[in-house]
């Protein structure tokens, strides 16, 4: 485990951590005056490994040569000059910081580090941090790697769960959930949706089904599989054959049949390693999807339970009625999308850049 100390003055900042892998959401935006939950789970931080936050330049402004140095392979609105390496923590786990006033910048309900770090160091005021708690952003602070030093504490972090483990213990993420929107006059307002962490991870996955299918049909088991990336690739990819088969894969269900062309694998919540099969099925495209979400895909709960209410203890659960679905039909993140296919080198293949430059009027026809 590790805490994280101020270069200033070694002041501790945070309690101890165990390191994760950064969540495919990190940097979601959804919806508009939406009130997100915490990012990270108290106890952990990851790391991001690209830059991000201010200053930000804009494409114009960038060498094409820099651009693909940087893993960029297709133009985007801007690019971020910040330092890489920034570690997110739960905004509890922070220790030892005040708020700097006069970096109080958010669009409209609260910070969203526009401004630069809004957090000091409360020993030496050396700003270390971006707290984060805008609407449609998940809650987090962000420590600036430049400003902050990592050290080792007493406990050891434990090894990693295996695949099994993870299997057997994992907690899948349900694929709807109750989203709430900030201070409305009538009080909170609440309605159930697609889940945003489900919305990001099909963005993800969506721009690797489609560098994989190298202009070619993708088919998808029926299910829940199919109402998050059937409707999309279907429209994004062209009609007839030759096909290519997507299948779900991962720890604990059968291998693959040789007939399989992209295999849809889950990701390690700890150590971000991508699953691989053995044998021959090693070799196909692997389309990640965090561990949660591949888990209830794999093995989907029958339906979700509701808290239990009115006098009933903390922590039972009710399993009637079953929570609702959601109204409209299932969009991946558009934001998550374009992050991920503009960093394949595939997104240079013309028809692939054409569905790129065409992304808002997918969006507009609810593909996103």
Not at 34 to 48: K, R, T, Y
């Amino acid at each position: 485990m590790f805490a994280f100390v101020c270069v200033g003055c070694g002041a501790r900042l945070t309690t101890p951590l165990s390191q994760v892998a950064l969540p495919v959401h990190a940097h979601q935006k959804y919806g508009n005056g939406i009130h997100l939950p915490v990012l990270m789970e108290s106890g952990s931080f990851a790391v991001d490994p690209e830059p991000w936050g201010p200053p930000w330049r804009t494409w114009e402004e960038i060498d094409h040569n820099e651009a693909v140095a940087r893993g960029i392979y297709a133009p985007v609105h801007a690019l971020s000059d910040g330092a890489p390496g920034a570690i997110v923590i739960a905004p509890g786990d922070a220790r030892g910081t005040l708020l700097i006033p006069e970096k109080g910048g958010g669009y409209c309900c609260g910070l969203d580090g526009a401004d630069g770090p809004n957090m000091a160091c409360e020993a030496c005021g050396l700003p270390v941090a971006s707290r984060i708690d805008d609407c449609s952003l998940w809650q987090a602070v962000w420590l600036a790697p430049n400003a902050v030093r990592r050290c080792p504490v007493d406990d050891a972090d434990a090894a990693p769960l295996s695949w099994a483990e993870l299997t057997a213990k994992g907690k899948g993420t349900p694929p709807f959930e109750p989203i709430a929107t900030w201070g409305s006059r009538l009080g909170p307002n609440h309605w159930w949706s697609w889940s945003p962490q489900w919305e990001a991870a099909a963005g993800r996955a969506l721009a690797h089904l489609l560098a994989a299918s190298g202009g070619r049909p993708v088919t998808v088991p029926d299910g829940l599989i199919a109402d998050v990336f059937r409707r999309a690739l279907d429209a994004l990819l062209p009609a007839g054959p030759p096909t290519r088969r997507a299948v779900l894969a991962g720890p604990g269900r059968l291998a693959p049949g040789a007939d399989a062309d992209i295999l849809l694998v889950p990701t390690h919540p700890q150590t971000g390693e991508t699953w691989t099969p053995a044998g021959p099925a090693a070799s196909v495209y692997p389309v990640p999807l965090p561990f949660g979400v591949w888990l209830w895909l794999a093995f989907p709960q029958p339906h979700l339970l509701f808290p239990a209410s009115g006098g009933m203890p903390d922590g039972v659960l009710r399993d009637d009625p079953p929570a609702p679905r959601p109204p409209h039909l299932f969009r991946a993140d558009a934001g998550v999308f374009q992050h991920t296919l503009v960093r394949l080198p595939a997104v240079r293949s013309p028809w692939l850049r054409e569905i790129l430059e065409n992304l808002t009027q997918h969006m507009r026809a609810r593909f996103f």
